[in-house]
């Protein structure tokens, strides 16, 4: 099917391959080579309680109200409060930015804190949170509370004035892919038609996208449809450094070469999610809307240390979490892991690792006291969301919600094991725990002098790649080992060769986690099949071809 594409196409075959193996047709391959938001982005009226958030937030503008938002602390909640706070800024309004610590008061809105922002605020909107939030959501009394949010909501829905959320029960669940900053998106361009009906020019929401592309990737959403066009047009946007904050936050962080969708999961969303793990809760939103380049160095300094301080406490937690996790038994539908006071900003990370380490769903709980608090990642095909949402119900779980591929809970201590075995119960009926080890696919075959800088241009115009579209993955048969050496915290630098002359940069990042790293580095002269993908390195003014090394293995005489 390839050959027939390039045939019928003239794109080059490297491209062709790629095309064909994301079923994209010949007629589409034009939009999906430029996807524009003008084709791909929904009429915002499809979603419920459109109309209502919309013309609220108007209202607030209009009358010169007292605006609360209140954020999740993650990058998906920052990113969402950004959102809203720099749409009201160029509307000449402020906003009061409220959002949760996680130790002291958990995830989403509670009674205490919404019932303080009633009594200042006419509106407070709830962003990345509050769909299951039914007592602090009657406790903000005096107030109007308006929901934008993508998590799974129950059979019933809090008492707000609206809750635009395509993970609603009786949604039709088209843009479940949605994150919230999304939704936030979507809900600021109905308010700009609005405001352009009545001959008001609203504020510029493309350049507002760098944000949304940031939360799409971070919060790990399927780059399939709008979401591909909106992180396309984000990454744009980013380029500019336009934003002082991101701007700031790719200074501290010494990049060099322009932003990806990597740059935005493994090099922004870990330092803005930082202040909500470790450090103050607020420090990532502040710093995604500040339009001070002075505050958004400052705060980008300190998310960028408390990075690293994540990191090392990070490393702590996962190397007990996975001693526990193999003594319990890593073939299970469930591999989970609790200690005593293991910080619950790195919990969910850790999940990540165990999960990505098993390809198996994960939960990490931190325990303090009567209860532990604990956050889970999902394999693709298991709704993880819908399991700890049920458990809840059945009384097994003191709180718990997510989506289908994250999910945060709160379990009382003399619940844990028996919470645990029923959610594994759940996720195998889920088909959780069949599949073996996580297979690398690979996409083509190449000798390290084919990995050029316009091969890989050809291929990132197939991205941005991401969940649900992952980087085409290349094998590089009986490579020679060239030369290697250990780089920064437990990364691998490598150069490849095919004995002809030609030669391949690599990284492998945390490749002393596993035996990647030693086997590499005590090559003893053998030639090795490797995998990984192709990206382009910028470094001192030039591109070079670069393979992010994902897996080796020694080439038989």
Not at 9 to 35: K, S, Y
Not at 103 to 129: Q, S
Not at 144 to 171: F, S, Y
Request: charged letters at 25%; one cysteine or more.
């Amino acid at each position: 099917m390839a050959e027939a594409m390039e045939q019928q196409t003239g794109l080059p075959p490297a491209l062709c391959r790629i095309l064909v193996a994301r079923a994209v047709a010949p007629e589409d391959i034009d939009l999906f080579l430029a996807p524009a938001l003008r084709d791909l982005l929904p009429d915002p009226m499809t979603l419920l309680d459109m109309e209502l958030a919309a013309e609220r937030l108007i209202a607030a503008v209009d009358r010169g109200e007292k605006v609360a938002i209140f954020a999740d602390y993650d990058v998906d909640g920052g990113s969402s409060a950004a959102l809203l706070l720099d749409w009201l800024r160029q509307l000449g309004r402020d906003a009061t930015l409220y959002v949760p610590d996680r130790i002291d008061e958990g995830y989403g809105p509670n009674e205490p804190a919404m019932t303080e922002l009633a009594a200042k605020h006419d509106l407070i909107v709830c962003v990345d949170c509050g769909t299951v939030s039914f007592a602090a959501i009657a406790a903000a009394k005096g107030a109007d509370v308006v929901i934008l949010d993508h998590h799974l909501g129950g059979e019933t829905l809090p008492d707000a004035l609206a809750v635009v959320n395509p993970n609603r029960q009786d949604e039709s669940g088209d843009l479940a892919h949605l994150c919230a900053a999304a939704v936030v998106f979507m809900v600021l361009v109905d308010a700009n038609r609005r405001l352009k009906a009545r001959g008001t020019k609203g504020p510029d929401l493309m350049s507002m996208l760098d944000l949304v592309a940031l939360a799409t990737v971070a919060d790990v959403a399927p780059l399939i449809g709008v979401n591909r066009a909106l992180v396309r047009q984000g990454l744009k946007v980013m380029a500019r450094r336009a934003r002082p904050g991101l701007a700031a936050l790719a200074d501290v962080a010494n990049l060099s070469s322009p932003p990806s969708a990597y740059t935005l999961g493994f090099v922004f969303g870990p330092r803005v999610n930082a202040g909500g793990r470790v450090g103050r809760a607020d420090l990532g939103a502040r710093c995604l809307s500040t339009r001070d380049p002075h505050e958004a160095q400052s705060l980008a300094e300190k998310l960028d240390a408390l990075n690293t301080e994540r990191r090392e406490i990070e490393n702590a937690v996962r190397d007990a979490a996975l001693e526990q996790a193999e003594a319990r038994g890593l073939e299970a539908p469930l591999v989970w892991a609790a200690g005593e006071g293991w910080h619950p900003g790195v919990v969910g990370i850790v999940a990540a690792r165990l999960k990505e380490a098993t390809n198996r769903p994960a939960v990490v709980i931190g325990l303090d006291g009567d209860a532990g608090k604990g956050s889970g990642r999902s394999v693709t095909g298991v709704d993880l969301g819908h399991a700890v949402q049920k458990l809840a119900a059945e009384g097994l779980l003191l709180k718990g919600g997510g989506h289908r591929m994250a999910a945060g809970l709160t379990v009382a201590r003399d619940q844990l094991e028996a919470a645990m075995a029923r959610l594994s119960e759940l996720l195998a009926k889920q088909g959780a725990g069949t599949s073996g080890p996580r297979d690398l696919r690979l996409d083509a075959t190449l000798m390290p002098g084919a990995a050029t800088v316009e091969l890989i241009e050809l291929i990132e115009a197939a991205g941005p790649f991401g969940q649900s579209a992952p980087a085409p993955r290349f094998a590089f048969p009986a490579a020679k080992i060239l030369h290697a050496k250990q780089v920064g915290s437990g990364h691998l630098k490598v150069s490849v060769g095919d004995g002809l002359g030609a030669r391949l940069d690599a990284i492998a990042f945390g490749a002393f986690d596993s035996d990647l790293g030693p086997t590499l580095m005590n090559h003893g002269g053998a030639r090795f099949h490797l995998a990984g993908r192709l990206e382009i390195n910028h470094w001192g003014g030039r591109q070079i071809p670069q393979m992010r090394l994902e897996d080796a293995s020694r080439a038989t005489e």
